[in-house]
C-alpha cells in the first residue's frame, strides 16, 4: 500500500491558495494585501486541473508568491503603518 499522503502535500492544495487564507495567512487587510501584490507583481494565477465550474469566482495564488510576500521587509512597514493610525485615532 505504502506511505499515506498528508493532506495539503500533494495536488492543487499543495500548489494553490485562496485569496482568504493568504490574508489570514499574512495577516493583514485586503487593501494592504492587494497594494502588496502591485508593488511586487504577485498576479493570482488560475490552477491547472481546476473545473471552471469549482468555486467560481475564487481567486488562487501560488503559494511560493505568498511565501515570498510573508518575508517582505514592506510588510512590516504595513503593519507598523496600520499600528501607528491606531494609536492616533485612539489619542
Known sequence: FGKKQKRNHSGLDATFIGRS???????????DFRRLCILKGVYPREPRGRTPSKKKGQVYYHIKDVRALSHEP?????????????????A
Open 74 to 90: 514592506l510588510l512590516v512597514k504595513f503593519r507598523e503603518f496600520r499600528a501607528f493610525m491606531k494609536k492616533l485615532r485612539k
Open 21 to 31: 487564507a493568504c490574508l489570514k495567512r499574512l495577516q493583514i487587510t485586503l487593501k
